[in-house]
């Protein structure tokens, strides 16, 4: 079956510091991969994807890059802010689960706080 | 436009009570979603609607049962809950990923928060 492995944390740093996140995953097809970032008391927002090897997502400073040789898929931004505090969330999505839904299989969630 | 709504935001409900939960989207997207998540863990799958019907019960206790009236609305009928069942409870929606170029995202709502007393 399919899995994700983050890094759990909790991760503290500094403002302006460099974020990595790490994640690895094993799957039997051709996944597409995702990060997902829950703020506080809010829902999942999607905060970048990857669709097939090699491919970058990013998107307000974050990125990651697909990479199926080590199978990882690692969250890095070059310069955190108090405002980028929230959990994280590694996940793929290959195995159909019925007429066009497809399910998604996530990390545990890797909690970031940012200090002044 | 990528925003799936939910209503309440908060619920409070005693163990014999009936309550429902909604969900909404109007993106086209034809299966949607509901999941559980607890405190400091990620989301659970309960159950998977496409193209308006069941496609997937993740063995879920029948005190919940979901119903999907139309493609845009999505509910969750509460029945005879414990305070287990304590959660913030979400929503999610994804285009059919069968067609052409799409990354089978799915987009997620705020969420319920859920306390059974």
């Known amino acids: 079956g399919n899995s994700v492995t983050q890094m759990e944390g909790p991760v503290t740093l500094s403002e302006e510091a460099f974020l990595t996140i790490n994640c690895t995953y094993t799957?039997?097809?051709?996944?597409?991969l995702f990060w997902y970032v829950q703020y506080p008391g809010e829902g999942l927002q999607l905060l970048l994807k990857?669709?097939?090897?090699?491919d970058k997502g990013s998107n307000k400073g974050f990125e990651a890059t697909y990479r199926k040789e080590t199978t990882s898929f690692h969250l890095e931004k070059g310069s955190v802010q108090v405002s980028d505090s929230a959990v994280y969330f590694c996940?793929?999505?290959?195995?159909?689960?019925?007429?066009?839904?497809?399910?998604?299989?996530f990390g545990k969630g890797t909690k970031l706080s940012v200090i002044p | 436009d990528t925003e799936v709504t939910q209503t309440p935001k908060h619920l409070v409900m005693g163990m014999t009570n009936k309550k429902s939960l909604k969900c909404e989207q109007h993106?086209?997207?034809?299966?949607m979603y509901w999941y559980k998540q607890k405190a400091k863990k990620p989301p659970e799958l309960m159950f998977v609607?496409?193209?308006?019907?069941?496609?997937i019960n993740e063995s879920v206790p029948s005190r919940f049962s979901p119903e999907c009236p139309n493609s845009s609305l999505l509910n969750l009928h509460l029945h005879a809950l414990q305070p287990e069942d304590s959660a913030l409870y979400l929503c999610?929606?994804?285009?059919?990923?069968?067609?052409?170029?799409?990354?089978?995202?799915?987009?997620f709502g705020p969420g319920t928060r859920l306390t059974v007393t």
């Open positions: 999610a929606s994804s285009q059919d990923g069968r067609l052409a170029g799409v990354g089978y995202e799915q987009y």
């Open positions: 799957a039997t097809g051709y996944p597409s």
């Open positions: 990857a669709t097939k090897a090699d």
């Open positions: 996940a793929l999505s290959d195995e159909p689960r019925g007429a066009g839904s497809y399910q998604l299989t």
């Open positions: 993106m086209g997207h034809r299966a």
């Open positions: 609607y496409s193209y308006e019907k069941l496609s």
